[in-house]
C-alpha cells in the first residue's frame, strides 16, 4: 500500500474520518486478517486479491460513500446519538 510520503501526503494531512473510511475498506478487503506469510510473499494469490480489492474500493466511490458513513456517524455520536459501527 505505501507510506503517506509516497502517496504525497504530508503527515498530518488526514482527518481521523478520512483514517477510520480507509482503515473500514482496509478491513472489509481481508487485509487486517492477512497472514505474515501472505505478506512477507507479495505475490501470493490471496493476498494479491486482498490488495487488489483493497485499492479498487480506495479508488472509487466506495471510499467516498464510506467516509460519509463514517462523518454521520461521527457527527451522532458527537452530538450524543451514537451509532453502532458494523464490522
Same mark, same amino acid.
Given at each position: %500500500? *505505501?507510506?503517506q510520503a509516497s502517496a504525497g501526503l504530508t503527515t498530518g494531512t488526514l482527518s481521523r474520518a478520512e483514517v477510520q $473510511?480507509?482503515?473500514?475498506?482496509w478491513r472489509r478487503a *481481508?487485509?487486517?486478517t492477512a497472514s505474515?506469510?501472505?505478506t512477507a510473499q507479495s505475490n /501470493?494469490? %490471496?493476498y494479491a486479491q486482498q490488495v487488489a480489492a483493497y485499492q479498487r474500493a480506495r479508488q472509487s466511490g466506495v471510499y467516498? =460513500?464510506?467516509? &460519509?458513513?463514517v &462523518?454521520? /456517524?461521527t *457527527?451522532? =455520536? $458527537?452530538?450524543?446519538? $451514537?451509532?453502532?459501527?458494523a464490522q
Open positions: %500500500v *505505501g507510506t $473510511a480507509d482503515l473500514n475498506l *481481508g487485509l487486517e505474515l506469510a501472505d /501470493a494469490p %490471496v467516498t =460513500a464510506e467516509l &460519509q458513513r &462523518q454521520g /456517524a *457527527g451522532s =455520536a $458527537a452530538a450524543g446519538h $451514537a451509532t453502532p459501527v
